[in-house]
Structures are given as C-alpha cells and as structure tokens.
C-alpha cells in the first residue's frame, strides 16, 4: 500500500509560479512511475508528467516548457514545478504512483487568477 500526500497547491496570479510536492508512505526508489495529473472543473483529469525510478520524464505537450518534474529519494518526495502560469492551469492536482497497484492523493488545489 501507498500513501500519497499532495502539498502546495493555492492561489497565485497569472505569470505566477507554484512548487507542488508529493510525499509518499514509501521509499519513492521502489516505484516504477511516479506523476502529476490534473482535472479542472467539467474536465477528465489529464497528465501533466511522470518520471520514473530511473529519472527518465514524460509531459504533457502543451505544458513541458513551464512545468518541471522532479523527485528527492532521500525525502520520499515528488515535486512538480509550475512557472508562468495561466488561468487555463486551475485544477485540482493529482499525484499518482505505479507500485504494484495504482495509487492517488487526495489532490491539491490550484488557482491561477486573471
């Protein structure tokens, strides 16, 4: 079983940045993948990025220019971070990690204001 506990999220205004951090229950170098979804109001929840143990990342296409994916395995931790940031980026944030099972946090707001 893993845990995942999102933080970070919150209001910040548009060109604004955001570091959101995922901890999990486990030690992260034993999880295959590792990522960061998100679903805005109306909307399916889509990816924003992956990484794997190996550090190898995947993103979205329209986002790898302004969001960094990165990870600590000394803190457990995943960290996405967010720049320049546009309206079209308010969603609530998933983290999500292939262990054995697939595994989600609870999700951490992001607000971008106009």
């Known amino acids: 079983q893993v845990q995942l506990v999102e933080s970070g999220g919150g209001l910040v205004q548009a060109g604004g940045s955001l570091r959101l951090s995922c901890a999990a229950s486990v030690r992260i170098g034993s999880i295959n993948v590792m990522g960061w979804y998100r679903q805005a109001p109306g909307k399916s929840r889509e990816l924003v990025a992956t990484?794997?143990?190996?550090?190898?990342?995947n993103y979205a296409d329209s986002l790898k220019r302004r969001f960094t994916i990165s990870r600590d395995n000394a803190k457990n931790t995943v960290y996405l971070q967010m720049n320049s940031l546009k309206p079209e980026d308010t969603a609530v944030y998933y983290c999500?990690?292939?262990?054995?099972?697939?595994?989600w946090g609870q999700g951490t707001q992001v607000t971008v204001s106009s």
């Open positions: 990484i794997t143990s190996g550090g190898s990342t």
């Open positions: 999500n990690a292939i262990a054995r099972g697939i595994y």
